[in-house]
Structures are given as C-alpha cells and as structure tokens.
C-alpha cells in the first residue's frame, strides 16, 4: 500500500498520530490532517439514564467503550482500577465493550470471566467476591444511548496501542468529561496523556493478513502511569476543563472541517 499512497495526489488522515505513521511509510506529494466531523449538537441535549441509580450510588465513574481486542487493552484498565483504587472509595468502572464473534449474552459471560480472572490474578482480596463489581454493558446500544453513557459517567479511559480516530474519547471531551488516553488518534482532546513505549506488535488478532504482524510497531502503556492518570481524575473530580467541549465543538463541527478541507483542496 506505501507504492499506492506514492500514486495518490494527496492523502488526508483524521489525527496528528495518523499523520506521523504515513509519513514514516511514504511520501505522498501532498498531506493534511483533516478530522473526522460530528454532529456538535449532541453534546448540549439530554439524554435519557441507562445506568440505574442504584448502581452508581454518587460513585465517581471511569468508563470505557471499546471493543474487548488486545490493541484496546481492557485488561490494563481493569488492573489499573483495581490496583489503585480499594473498595471503600467511592468510585466505580463501567465497561461497554463487545466481543469478535460471539453475540450480547456470550460476550457478557466473557467479559465476566475475563475480570474475575483478573483479579484472581491480582490476589489483593481472599476471593473475586470481596472485588468491587463493575457495570459491564455488552448490549447493542443506540447512540442516543451511547451518549447516555457519557453524560452518566466522568472520566474516559483509553490506553490503546494505536488509534485512527477514536470517536468515544472525541465525544467524551466534547460532553466535559475528562479524557485519558495513549498519544494516538483524539490524543489532541485527552486532559493527561498515558506514558508508553512503542514495541514490535504482537497479537493473535487478525483485521487482514498483513495486517498486526511483527514487521510493524505500536504503544505499550504503563500501567503504573494508567493508575497514576486515574488517580489525578478522580483528585481533580470536582474540577472541569470547560476549554475542552470548546475545543471539540470549535474543531469538529461540519463546518469547521469543512473550512479545513477547502484549505487543504486549494494547496495540491
């Protein structure tokens, strides 16, 4: 693909992060970063609650959404909590997540495992029982519901090893939330950036066949530098950065994008 982008008049990619890996690969004649633009009204209207009350109990909400594959890494969030936070703080996680290939319920029981075996794992308790228990949401939701969540919850967390264009953290920030992730795609709206090092990819998951192998790299994030972000959110949880949705909204709107692709059409 390096041989075809060379073809190409110009390329645009949505992040800074996307940006810097093509031009490790080539060198089209002619580049721009041009996001991907939303729908910036979502972000003042009202939602309908998903999450019963009695669940959240005045809890301070981490939350993540994403798929459950290794480049994610939700096994890294789900330590990081249990690790930094114990069970008398009032705080809690919510996981809404899917898993390749197996529908709503089964992926539900494989989450459930996954974290119980997690924190057998951590041995910080006498069983998985004495673990505070997480909101895991394996159902199809629509976005109104999604959006929902965001306005639920207070602090998204995202340690990925590699995004184009992460749409949950964009409208996270974009709902006044805080935002934690790795340096990737959206990294320009985190309010702490989580510490990794870049390492050779190593996975069982296939998108495509020359796609995720050794011959490419991606980040590996600290878990001690997640707890450490974690723990600042929820230091700072009665503090906002109102320059965020700003941001987001400023930058995204359709027209905004629109206005940068002009720019972008009129130097190639």
Known sequence: WPTKIKMMDAVWTPCKYSDECLMLSSSPKSHAIIPIPTDVTKYTKDYQPIIPANLIDNKFLFYFI????????????????????????????????????????????????????????????????QYRREIIITDRLSEGEIYALHKQCHTFVMPSSGEGWNLPAADAAGFGNKVLMTDTGCSQYANYLIRAETTRVFTPDKPMHDLFTSRESWLEPSQSNIQITMRWAFNTRNTKDLSMPKKVINELSYSAVGEQICRALSQV
């Open 66 to 129: 994403g798929e459950d594959i290794q480049r994610k890494n939700l096994d890294l969030v789900i330590r990081a909590f249990h690790c930094e936070f114990d069970k008398g703080e009032q705080v809690g996680l919510v996981i809404k997540t899917s898993r390749p290939g197996l529908d709503d319920n089964q992926a539900y029981t494989y989450i459930d495992n996954k974290i119980n075996n997690i924190k057998n794992t951590l041995r910080l308790y006498a069983d998985a029982n």
